[in-house]
């Protein structure tokens, strides 16, 4: 993205880096925290990277840097399995009932495969572009995307009975 000064940068990024910042964090407010603490380091540290096509990673592997912080400073607080955040506030365009269910399975993943999954599908990186964000091997990023796609559709099975039961039952 050669050529982009900040208000065109955030104008591109913001809502890729949100949607991602909220997979990871499964919270509205944490995700706009962690969207706008990646832009801040951006402004101070961005004159710094010496190849501009590297500006996506960049901006993609900071917010998940500092996700990894913030939860270590945290303590890996325990998340209650009723605290899914309010999917109609999300800037996300969810025009249907399915998109919903996708999202909300998506979020109950395991944050290991909650974040190549979010990076290949929703923000649509490469496995090598996945693998300099998240600093692990291709290899690895392939095995977590195959196995949270695993559970993804165990957990979308399940939901899907769950909610022909419940349809029966009413």
């Not at 840097?65 to 365009?93: H, I, M, N, W, Y």
């Amino acid at each position: 993205m050669p050529g982009l000064d900040f208000e065109q940068l955030v104008e591109v990024f913001y809502m890729p880096l949100y949607r991602f910042a909220l997979s990871l964090s499964r919270e509205p407010c944490d995700a706009a925290d962690l969207t706008q603490q990646t832009f801040l380091l951006w402004a101070s540290k961005g004159h710094q990277l010496r190849e501009q096509s590297k500006v996506k990673t960049w901006l993609f592997t900071t917010l998940y840097r500092e996700f990894l912080r913030g939860e270590r400073k945290r303590g890996r607080e325990c998340r209650s399995e009723e605290q899914v955040p309010d999917l109609q506030c999300l800037p996300v365009a969810a025009s249907n009932l399915d998109g919903d269910v996708v999202v909300r399975a998506l979020l109950d993943l395991e944050e290991i495969y909650r974040a190549p999954l979010s990076l290949f599908y929703l923000q649509e990186h490469s496995y090598n572009e996945i693998a300099e964000i998240l600093q692990i091997p291709p290899g690895t990023v392939m095995s977590r995307i195959s196995r949270g796609k695993a559970q993804l559709r165990k957990q979308l099975a399940d939901g899907a009975h769950q909610s022909v039961r419940n349809r029966e039952i009413a």
